[in-house]
Every structure is written in C-alpha cells, then in structure tokens.
C-alpha cells in the first residue's frame, strides 16, 4: 500500500492544523491506520490509531496528546486524517502515518508515508 501524508505546516502555539493520510494500492479498510512523529534528534514515536472493527472505529492516543488530537478515517475515500488542536512547540515533528496492525511500536509497520511537518512557534 502507499501512503500520501499532507497538512504540515508553520503555525503558532495554541492553533490548530489538520494531516491527511491518503491510501492506495491495498485494501485500506483492512489496515489499522497510524500517526507517528519523530522530533528532530529523537527516535521516531507513536501518535494515535484507528481500527474499523464490527463495532466501529477503534482509536488510540499517546498520553501527550490525549484531549487535543483526533485521529479518524473515512474509508471511502482511503483518507486517515489526525486533528490536532491547541497545539504546542514539543509537537514540532515530523509526523508519518502508517498502515498496518494497530501497534505502538514502528517496527511493526511496513508501510509508510513520506512524512509531513509540522512547526509550532512559541
């Protein structure tokens, strides 16, 4: 599958921006979709996660970003897309998405996009 992330920009502390994640090539409704991001001389780190299920989408977010970020997906459109709002200069990052199981860990995932980033000024 190819990812095709989108949305990064400069923007001040406290705004908000919105990425977007487009799929092609696989199935997207059969992979977990997920945001990583990786600050400039740090290891690479998970975002946020969503899983269609039976019983609707299943998300998951990082401590750091819990209240502020919403992750979800439309799949008629093979779009994950990652809300992030009242932003903060510690999220400066490149951020990725990538599919696959729905782990925190990023060796658990071999698909992945180019990366999109993202600069929040104090």
């Known amino acids: 599958v190819q990812l095709q992330a989108s949305g990064g920009g400069l923007v001040q502390a406290g705004d908000s921006l919105r990425l977007s994640c487009v799929a092609s090539?696989?199935?997207?409704?059969?992979?977990?979709m997920t945001w990583f991001r990786q600050a400039p001389g740090k290891e690479r780190e998970f975002v946020s996660t969503?899983?269609?299920?039976?019983?609707?989408?299943?998300?998951s977010y990082a401590d750091f970003v819990k209240g502020r970020f919403i992750i979800s997906r439309d799949n008629a459109k093979d779009t994950v897309y990652l809300q992030m709002n009242s932003l903060k200069p510690e999220d400066t990052a490149v951020y990725y998405c990538?599919?696959?199981?729905?782990?925190?860990?990023?060796?658990?995932?071999?698909?992945w996009g180019q990366g999109t980033q993202v600069t929040v000024s104090s």
């Open positions: 090539g696989r199935t997207f409704t059969s992979y977990s």
């Open positions: 969503t899983t269609n299920s039976w019983r609707g989408e299943i998300t």
């Open positions: 990538a599919a696959g199981s729905g782990s925190r860990r990023v060796d658990d995932y071999a698909y």
